[in-house]
Antibody, heavy 116, light 112 residues
Framework: EVQLVESGGGLVQPGRSMKLSCAAS????????MAWVRQAPTKGLEWVAT????????YYRDSVKGRFTISRDNAKSTLYLQMNSLRSEDTATYYC?????????WGQGVMVTVSS | DVVMTQTPVSLSVSLGGQTSISCRSS???????????LYWYLQKPGQSPQLLIY???NRFSGVPDRFSGSGSGTDFTLKISRVEPEDLGVYYC?????????FGAGTKLELK
């Protein structure tokens, strides 16, 4: 059974950093691209970033480019999202997704609140 | 960025009834590799989104045949027949052809 478990969220002040993790199991992690998708409270879904199966290619939405870094450790079957210079508009639930046939499996999400 | 326009914003449907959701993109979703990366997701209340349809018309594993997707180019439709209580929630279309990937704003399906 495919499982994606996010961790690392919480309350953070504007301008500070936070790193999210996503532990994957139930599939060969190194064979799949992965992505982060977020959802602000009561809002719709927003794609954040994608990384290729081997980490050689990464893609970001403009609003996070230069501030967020997506990475992975295939030996640990773990996906990361390093978030720097956080802003109030980054407040959202962040979902880790597997890029199989699209984002075919999703984690339960982790809440990030950026507030002073 | 590709804008995904979903209509209607909300739908009221009777159990056992049929309904459809439209999704239009601001540019063609046909990729240079010939595939059209248009997907449909359902987010039930309090849950993570779940994949229903991939590449326009393919049902994901375990998705009942009451759900069907169709369309091409910039115009796509999700049809739901014999609506059941578990179908209620917010439906999103999503394009994975062009970066940045983009979602529609969502269509809320409620019971009449």
């Amino acid at each position: 059974e495919v499982q994606l478990v996010e961790s690392g969220g919480g309350l953070v002040q504007p301008g500070r950093s936070m790193k999210l993790s996503c532990a994957a199991s139930g599939f060969t992690f190194s064979n799949y691209g992965m992505a982060w998708v977020r959802q602000a409270p009561t809002k719709g879904l927003e794609w954040v970033a994608t990384i290729s199966y081997d980490g050689s290619s990464t893609y970001y939405r403009d609003s996070v480019k230069g501030r967020f870094t997506i990475s992975r450790d295939n030996a640990k079957s773990t996906l990361y999202l390093q978030m720097n210079s956080l802003r109030s508009e980054d407040t959202a639930t962040y979902y880790c997704t597997r890029r199989g046939t699209g984002s075919d499996y999703w984690g339960q999400g982790v809440m990030v609140t950026v507030s002073s | 960025d590709v804008v995904m326009t979903q209509t209607p914003v909300s739908l009221s449907v009777s159990l056992g009834g049929q309904t459809s959701i439209s999704c239009r993109s601001s540019q063609s979703l046909v990729h240079s590799d010939g595939n059209t990366y248009l997907y449909w997701y359902l987010q039930k209340p309090g849950q993570s989104p779940q994949l229903l349809i991939y590449k326009v018309s393919n049902r994901f594993s375990g998705v009942p045949d009451r759900f069907s997707g169709s369309g091409s180019g910039t115009d796509f439709t999700l049809k739901i027949s014999r609506v059941e209580p578990e179908d209620l929630g917010v439906y999103y279309c999503y394009q994975g052809t062009h970066y940045p990937h983009t979602f529609g704003a969502g269509t809320k399906l409620e019971l009449k």
